[in-house]
């Protein structure tokens, strides 16, 4: 299973760039045509999404899908190559 800090980083990166370019969750929804309360979800960390939707995000803000994983603007010790998958036995 994916560790849910890793969840939760990702959705406060997706809040972060949508506060950054002052777009709202209603446009943000019309922007990536998934539901508002979805892109909800994702901010608070309460959805693990695909790489698919990811590209999606990635697109609207116009960044690579590496780059939107970068999370070292919401604290600068944490990057994507920090986190392990963990699987079980």
Do not use: C
Not at 1 to 26: A, D, H, T
Not at 55 to 79: D, Y
């Amino acid at each position: 299973m994916i560790n849910e800090s890793l969840i939760k980083e990702f959705g406060l990166r997706i809040r972060e760039l949508r506060s950054e370019k002052n777009i709202s969750q209603e446009k943000l929804s019309f922007l990536t045509g998934f539901h508002r309360t979805y892109i909800g979800m994702i901010e608070r960390g309460e959805r693990n999404i695909s790489l698919t939707n990811m590209a999606v995000f990635a697109k609207i803000f116009e960044m690579t899908v590496s780059e939107l994983l970068n999370f070292s603007s919401i604290n600068p010790k944490h990057s994507f190559k920090r986190y392990e998958i963990k699987t079980e036995d």
